[in-house]
T-cell receptor, first 114, second 114 residues
Framework: AQSVTQLGSHVSVSEGALVLLRCNYSSSVPPYLFWYVQYPNQGLQLLLK??????LVKGINGFEAEFKKSETSFHLTKPSAHMSDAAEYFC????????????FGKGITLSVRP | NAGVTQTPKFRVLKTGQSMTLLCAQD?????MYWYRQDPGMGLRLIHYSVGEGTTAKGEVPDGYNVSRLKKQNFLLGLESAAPSQTSVYFCASSYLNSGNYGYTFGSGTRLTVV
């Protein structure tokens, strides 16, 4: 079984400030980890993913995430928030087995203040 | 370069009415999925398909049926709509094992049952 915990439902930062969105996972096998972004009235877009190899993963729009096995975490960061980053962000986990499916967290809404 | 297309984008149903949501993908993906998104609940898997002619239940399948007669299409049916089925429905597809590739999402269908 696998699960994802995204603590809190809303994060607010000032423009130019650090963005940190937390994600912890539970998986009985080595996981694949994903971050998706959903802009208002749109579908989900893949921001970045960790499968194997380097634990620091860079994605689109300046976001990055680090896989920390010891902490079972995959937190999403961006050094400087932009107004256009306001959206809902979902962390997801998948197992490495055949026919695996993504399990999503409940999502975090990011607001960016001018 | 359409990706995943969902129709319709919006629909209002009366309780007890039936309808079918259509998902079409042009990426030759084997796997297709139907999710519903509700505030504070994240994305919950309704049904999925691992190939043409196959379907399987997800986390919240009650009240829904699906069919995958053609590889590129995945239909979600509501036989007798209930207000509890008011939600945003997302279709997604993936190439073989989702762990390696992640999902491609459609833009969603916003359904209101009155």
């Amino acid at each position: 079984a696998q699960s994802v915990t995204q603590l809190g439902s809303h994060v607010s930062v000032s423009e130019g400030a650090l963005v940190l969105l937390r994600c912890n996972y539970s998986s009985s096998v080595p996981p694949y980890l994903f971050w998706y972004v959903q802009y208002p009235n749109q579908g989900l877009q893949l921001l970045l993913k960790y499968t194997t190899g380097a634990t620091l993963v860079k994605g689109i729009n300046g976001f990055e995430a680090e896989f920390k096995k010891s902490e079972t975490s995959f937190h999403l960061t961006k050094p400087s928030a932009h107004m256009s980053d306001a959206a809902e962000y979902f962390c997801a986990v998948s197992s490495t087995g055949a026919n695996s499916k993504l399990t999503f967290g409940k999502g975090i809404t990011l607001s960016v203040r001018p | 370069n359409a990706g995943v297309t969902q129709t319709p984008k919006f629909r209002v149903l009366k309780t007890g009415q039936s309808m079918t949501l259509l998902c079409a993908q042009d990426m030759n993906h084997e796997y297709m999925y139907w999710y519903r998104q509700d505030p504070g609940m994240g994305l919950r898997l309704i049904h999925y398909s691992v190939g043409e002619g196959t379907t399987a239940k997800g986390e919240v399948p009650d009240g829904y049926n699906v069919s995958r007669l053609k590889k590129q299409n995945f239909l979600l049916g509501l036989e007798s709509a209930a207000p509890s089925q008011t939600s945003v429905y997302f279709c997604a597809s993936s190439y073989l094992n989702s762990g390696n590739y992640g999902y491609t999402f459609g833009s969603g269908t916003r359904l209101t049952v009155v």
